[in-house]
Every structure is written in structure tokens, then in C-alpha cells.
């Protein structure tokens, strides 16, 4: 749920509404949510027939669908507090946004520098599977 709210700019023109950094999250993490649910249709019918051999397998397939409901209830969360936050709050996330090391993610969630480009973050490993 994306909500419509002017960006508070104060003396510094880096500032934001924490209503809409709270919707911004929640939306991500209800993408998140339905990526989880997608995964977890996919590899259900390999974890029921695992169970089969070892009933832990269920345990596995019960702990995924938790964490499905987990970040939906999170993402519904912030979506009802972005709707009740004052709006003059208003936080620089700049330095809380510097962790975030992917950039698609940085530019959904608006947390770009200056230029339009998210942060500079060393270069590391890549795993392939």
C-alpha cells in the first residue's frame, strides 16, 4: 500500500517523512512476502515427499510457511502505522540506508545519494549455486 505524503524537507533537503519510510518497508516486505509464498509453493511437493522418509522435512515446510506469515504481518504492520504517523515526523535515513548494499532495493526504498546512485559498497563475493 503506497500512501501519498509530502516529503517534510527541513534545512537539510535530505530529510523524509517516517510515514513514508514505514510504507516503503512495508511495501518491500510484502513483495518479500509474496516471493516467500511463491518459493514455498514451489518446493512443497519436494518436502512432502521428503517427509515421507523423514518426518523433519515437515517440520521444514511448517517453518517456511511461518516465516511467510511473519514478514506479511510485518508488512501489514508498518502499512497501518505509515497511515497513522504525524506526518511533520521526519528522519535522514542516509546513514541507515549506507547498509543497504542492493541498489535496486536502495532506489525502490528512495534512499539514493545526491547523483541518483545508492551508495558505493565494496565489492564482495559472489555466490553462484
Known amino acids: 500500500m503506497t ?4 516529503c517534510y524537507e527541513s534545512a537539510d ?6 510515514r513514508d519510510v514505514a510504507d516503503r518497508i512495508g511495501n518491500e516486505l510484502a513483495e518479500l512476502a509474496v516471493a516467500i509464498h511463491r518459493l514455498q ?3 512443497s511437493p519436494l518436502l512432502n515427499e521428503a517427509a515421507l522418509r523423514n518426518p523433519v522435512h515437515l517440520q521444514e515446510l511448517q517453518d517456511i510457511d511461518h516465516i511467510y506469515q511473519k514478514v506479511g504481518n510485518l508488512a501489514e ?10 506526518e511533520q515526523w521526519v528522519l535522514d535515513p542516509s546513514t541507515a540506508s549506507q547498509v543497504i548494499t542492493l ?8 534512499f539514493l545519494g545526491d547523483d541518483g546512485i545508492a551508495v558505493d559498497h565494496p565489492a564482495g563475493d559472489c555466490d553462484f549455486f
Not at 13 to 18: D, E, I, Y
Not at 103 to 110: M, Q
Open 13 to 18: 533537503a535530505s530529510t523524509v517523512a517516517m
Open 41 to 43: 509453493m514451489l518446493i
Open 3 to 6: 500512501i501519498s505524503s509530502p
Open 77 to 86: 504492520f508498518l502499512a497501518a502505522l505509515a497511515l497513522i504517523l504525524p
Open 103 to 110: 541498489s535496486a532495493l536502495a532506489s525502490r526504498l528512495g
